[in-house]
Protein backbone atom coordinates (compact mmCIF):
# COMPACT_ATOMS: atom_id res chain seq x y z
CA UNK A 1 0.00 0.00 0.00
CA UNK A 2 3.19 2.54 1.13
CA UNK A 3 4.91 1.54 -2.20
CA UNK A 4 1.13 2.59 -4.54
CA UNK A 5 0.99 5.68 -2.68
CA UNK A 6 4.61 6.76 -3.17
CA UNK A 7 4.36 5.79 -7.02
CA UNK A 8 1.57 8.33 -7.24
CA UNK A 9 3.07 11.05 -5.10
CA UNK A 10 5.99 10.34 -7.59
CA UNK A 11 3.71 10.58 -10.52
CA UNK A 12 2.20 13.54 -9.69
CA UNK A 13 5.41 15.62 -9.37
CA UNK A 14 6.45 14.64 -12.69
CA UNK A 15 2.96 15.59 -14.30
CA UNK A 16 3.15 19.30 -12.67
CA UNK A 17 6.82 19.23 -13.83
CA UNK A 18 6.24 18.28 -16.95
CA UNK A 19 2.89 21.02 -17.06
CA UNK A 20 5.25 23.49 -15.59
CA UNK A 21 8.03 23.27 -18.44
CA UNK A 22 5.45 22.12 -21.89
CA UNK A 23 2.45 24.35 -20.95
CA UNK A 24 4.14 27.67 -21.98
CA UNK A 25 5.11 26.32 -25.50
CA UNK A 26 1.15 26.37 -25.82
CA UNK A 27 0.48 29.95 -25.44
CA UNK A 28 1.62 33.37 -25.45
CA UNK A 29 1.57 35.57 -22.57
CA UNK A 30 1.15 39.19 -23.92
CA UNK A 31 2.16 42.33 -22.09
CA UNK A 32 0.95 46.06 -22.92
CA UNK A 33 2.56 48.70 -20.61
CA UNK A 34 2.48 51.85 -22.20
CA UNK A 35 5.73 54.15 -22.25
CA UNK A 36 3.80 56.90 -20.08
CA UNK A 37 4.10 54.58 -17.23
CA UNK A 38 7.93 55.35 -16.54
CA UNK A 39 7.37 59.06 -17.15
CA UNK A 40 4.19 58.96 -14.31
CA UNK A 41 6.79 57.78 -12.14
CA UNK A 42 7.95 59.93 -9.30
CA UNK A 43 11.46 58.68 -7.95
CA UNK A 44 10.97 57.25 -4.69
CA UNK A 45 13.24 59.85 -2.69
CA UNK A 46 10.61 62.86 -3.84
CA UNK A 47 7.52 60.49 -2.94
CA UNK A 48 8.78 59.76 0.48
CA UNK A 49 9.52 63.79 0.94
CA UNK A 50 5.98 64.45 -0.26
CA UNK A 51 4.52 61.82 2.58
CA UNK A 52 6.75 63.52 5.38
CA UNK A 53 5.44 66.93 4.95
CA UNK A 54 1.70 65.56 4.66
CA UNK A 55 1.93 63.89 7.97
CA UNK A 56 3.58 67.38 9.13
CA UNK A 57 0.95 68.73 8.19
CA UNK A 58 -1.73 66.64 9.56
CA UNK A 59 -0.32 66.60 12.56
CA UNK A 60 0.04 70.51 12.79
CA UNK A 61 -3.65 70.71 12.01
CA UNK A 62 -4.69 68.29 14.75
CA UNK A 63 -2.68 70.47 17.45
CA UNK A 64 -3.88 73.34 16.72
CA UNK A 65 -7.40 71.77 16.62
CA UNK A 66 -7.17 70.69 19.81
CA UNK A 67 -5.70 73.35 21.68
CA UNK A 68 -8.89 76.23 19.66
CA UNK A 69 -11.09 73.33 21.51
CA UNK A 70 -9.29 73.65 24.95
CA UNK A 71 -8.90 77.26 24.97
CA UNK A 72 -11.93 80.15 24.19
CA UNK A 73 -10.30 81.91 21.38
CA UNK A 74 -11.24 85.75 21.50
CA UNK A 75 -11.34 87.64 17.92
CA UNK A 76 -8.16 89.75 16.89
CA UNK A 77 -8.98 91.96 14.69
CA UNK A 78 -5.76 92.77 12.68
CA UNK A 79 -4.28 96.16 11.05
CA UNK A 80 -3.90 96.57 7.33
CA UNK A 81 0.06 96.83 8.70
CA UNK A 82 -0.09 93.47 10.92
CA UNK A 83 -1.82 91.62 8.06
CA UNK A 84 0.87 92.89 5.47
CA UNK A 85 3.76 91.37 8.13
CA UNK A 86 2.05 88.49 8.40
CA UNK A 87 2.13 87.10 5.21
CA UNK A 88 5.05 88.78 4.43
CA UNK A 89 6.58 86.11 7.10
CA UNK A 90 4.52 83.43 5.79
CA UNK A 91 7.33 80.96 4.35
CA UNK A 92 6.39 80.59 0.65
CA UNK A 93 5.20 77.13 -0.62
CA UNK A 94 7.86 75.02 -1.96
CA UNK A 95 8.16 74.48 -5.53
CA UNK A 96 7.47 70.65 -6.86
CA UNK A 97 10.68 69.54 -7.46
CA UNK A 98 10.85 69.15 -11.40
CA UNK A 99 10.99 65.21 -12.81
CA UNK A 100 14.15 64.58 -14.78
CA UNK A 101 13.26 63.99 -18.88
CA UNK A 102 13.76 60.20 -19.87
CA UNK A 103 16.26 60.36 -22.70
CA UNK A 104 16.94 57.05 -24.92
CA UNK A 105 20.53 55.77 -24.42
CA UNK A 106 20.31 52.99 -26.72
CA UNK A 107 19.05 50.62 -28.23
CA UNK A 108 18.79 47.24 -30.28
CA UNK A 109 17.17 44.78 -31.70
CA UNK A 110 16.33 40.97 -30.34
CA UNK A 111 16.74 37.82 -32.11
CA UNK A 112 16.45 34.19 -31.12
CA UNK A 113 19.53 32.72 -29.30
CA UNK A 114 20.11 29.28 -28.58
CA UNK A 115 17.52 27.66 -31.43
CA UNK A 116 14.46 29.87 -30.32
CA UNK A 117 13.00 32.49 -32.63
CA UNK A 118 12.90 36.24 -31.32
CA UNK A 119 12.28 39.68 -32.60
CA UNK A 120 11.66 43.78 -31.63
CA UNK A 121 12.87 46.55 -30.14
CA UNK A 122 14.34 47.29 -26.70
CA UNK A 123 15.33 50.73 -25.59
CA UNK A 124 17.78 51.56 -22.54
CA UNK A 125 15.98 54.52 -20.86
CA UNK A 126 17.46 57.08 -18.49
CA UNK A 127 15.40 59.28 -16.25
CA UNK A 128 17.86 60.83 -13.53
CA UNK A 129 20.16 58.47 -11.98
CA UNK A 130 18.03 56.13 -12.59
CA UNK A 131 17.84 53.28 -15.60
CA UNK A 132 14.96 51.51 -17.31
CA UNK A 133 14.42 48.79 -19.91
CA UNK A 134 11.63 49.17 -22.51
CA UNK A 135 10.20 46.11 -24.32
CA UNK A 136 8.47 47.87 -27.73
CA UNK A 137 5.32 46.48 -28.80
CA UNK A 138 6.99 44.75 -31.50
CA UNK A 139 8.96 42.52 -29.06
CA UNK A 140 8.13 38.85 -29.84
CA UNK A 141 9.60 35.52 -28.67
CA UNK A 142 9.29 32.10 -28.19
CA UNK A 143 7.71 31.07 -24.43
CA UNK A 144 9.21 29.42 -22.30
CA UNK A 145 9.20 28.77 -18.33
CA UNK A 146 10.97 30.95 -15.54
CA UNK A 147 12.44 33.62 -18.42
CA UNK A 148 14.23 36.47 -16.79
CA UNK A 149 15.66 39.46 -18.29
CA UNK A 150 19.38 40.08 -17.91
CA UNK A 151 22.49 42.09 -18.99
CA UNK A 152 25.02 40.59 -21.03
CA UNK A 153 28.20 41.13 -22.78
CA UNK A 154 29.62 40.46 -25.81
CA UNK A 155 27.64 37.11 -27.13
CA UNK A 156 27.09 35.58 -23.14
CA UNK A 157 24.52 36.47 -20.93
CA UNK A 158 25.94 37.95 -17.32
CA UNK A 159 24.08 35.70 -14.60
CA UNK A 160 24.88 38.47 -12.06
CA UNK A 161 22.96 41.29 -14.15
CA UNK A 162 19.81 39.76 -13.54
CA UNK A 163 16.79 42.70 -14.05
CA UNK A 164 14.08 41.05 -13.22
CA UNK A 165 11.29 37.56 -14.05
CA UNK A 166 10.01 38.18 -17.60
CA UNK A 167 6.91 40.01 -17.66
CA UNK A 168 5.94 38.35 -21.23
CA UNK A 169 6.98 37.03 -24.44
CA UNK A 170 4.94 39.36 -26.42
CA UNK A 171 4.25 43.43 -26.10
CA UNK A 172 5.50 46.18 -24.54
CA UNK A 173 6.91 46.05 -21.13
CA UNK A 174 8.99 48.30 -18.78
CA UNK A 175 11.49 47.01 -16.13
CA UNK A 176 13.27 49.17 -13.35
CA UNK A 177 17.14 48.20 -13.98
CA UNK A 178 18.30 47.96 -10.31
CA UNK A 179 20.99 50.48 -9.39
CA UNK A 180 23.70 47.52 -8.44
CA UNK A 181 23.85 46.93 -12.36
CA UNK A 182 26.68 49.06 -13.60
CA UNK A 183 24.97 49.63 -16.96
CA UNK A 184 28.90 50.57 -18.45
CA UNK A 185 29.88 46.76 -18.21
CA UNK A 186 27.48 45.60 -20.70
CA UNK A 187 26.20 46.19 -23.76
CA UNK A 188 23.35 43.73 -24.88
CA UNK A 189 19.89 42.37 -23.32
CA UNK A 190 18.59 38.73 -23.13
CA UNK A 191 16.07 36.84 -21.94
CA UNK A 192 17.10 33.85 -20.57
CA UNK A 193 15.51 30.50 -19.26
CA UNK A 194 16.77 29.57 -15.50
CA UNK A 195 14.92 26.49 -15.70
CA UNK A 196 16.71 25.13 -18.92
CA UNK A 197 20.22 27.26 -18.91
CA UNK A 198 19.40 28.09 -22.28
CA UNK A 199 18.69 31.86 -23.71
CA UNK A 200 15.80 32.20 -25.25
CA UNK A 201 16.53 36.36 -26.78
CA UNK A 202 19.15 38.55 -27.03
CA UNK A 203 19.59 42.26 -28.48
CA UNK A 204 22.83 43.97 -28.91
CA UNK A 205 22.46 47.50 -28.12
CA UNK A 206 23.68 50.03 -29.77
CA UNK A 207 24.02 54.56 -29.11
Not at 6 to 17: E, G, P, T
Amino acid sequence: MLKKILIAIIAALILAFAWWTISPLFYDRVVDEPLSDLVDVQPESIQLNEDVEMREAEVEDVAEQMQMEAEPVEPVVETEAQVAISEAETPAAKPAPEQAALEEISRGQFEGADGHTASGTVLLLRRGDTYFLRFEDDFDSANAPDVFVHFGRDGAYAPEARVAELKGNRGSQNYEVPAEINIADYNEVWTWCRAFSVGIARAELNE
